[in-house]
């Protein structure tokens, strides 16, 4: 069975952020990178050159002179900027406005993070979406759990490396049992990005539990992999 929180009304995108997004972007482009970045990524889709921070800051100064009128206006043209991006920066510009007042926390946004999830299907947008997932965690823990422990077994990896790191924002507010649950059955996989997810997950709770981490990789130290354990233990 899988998971369903409802989705908001239809509404149409904000069509004035769209139309301004692209030139804005183009404004603080540093078109000799786009090339470098596109390859350091291996992405089939180009980009503009604009950094990271750039690109928060334009959606930032966007959404202020275009705000949005309510979540279904956002989730509309987050979806549409998604679904029609030409560039990689404007996928980008998709899941940034998702952490906007209007988006942070609010449960309508998860179906947009597992289409993210399913059809980005790279470590960059996955990543991306994962500090939003530790909030609707945080706001909703009966509903999100069950997500989560749906995704630890999904047939697509990304769903479990999603559902491992989805904690890496919660420090002291980590659930311990839901990090052992999401974590379990994708120990014996040998794929990088699940190894890696789980060595992250551990490493970055060690800041706050080092004592729970430790117990944890003893315990499970056959299982472990030694990309996993080397991470979970560098903090320790």
Known sequence: MTTVISSPEQASPNAAFLNALGPALD???????????ARYMKSTMPFKG??????????RALAKEHPFS???ELLATVSHLWDEASYREERYAAIMLTDSKLGRGEPTLLPFYAV?????????YVDSVVPRLCGLLQRDRTAMEEVLREWSTHPNFWFRRAAIISQLAAKSSTDTQ????????????????????????????????PVWVRHYVAVHEEQLSPLSRREALKQL
């Not at 993210?116 to 960059?124: C, K, L, M, N, S």
């Not at 999401?182 to 060690?206: M, S, T």
């Open 70 to 72: 309510s979540v279904a």
């Open 178 to 209: 839901l990090l052992s649950e999401v974590i379990a059955p994708n120990l014996a996989d040998r794929e990088f990005f699940i190894r890696k997810a789980i060595g992250w997950a551990l490493r970055q709770h060690a800041r706050t539990d």
């Open 27 to 37: 404004t603080v482009a540093i078109h000799e990178k786009a090339a470098g970045m």
């Open 116 to 124: 993210v999830i399913r059809t980005g299907q790279w470590w960059d």
């Open 50 to 59: 604009v950094p990271s921070p750039a690109v928060r800051k334009t959606v």
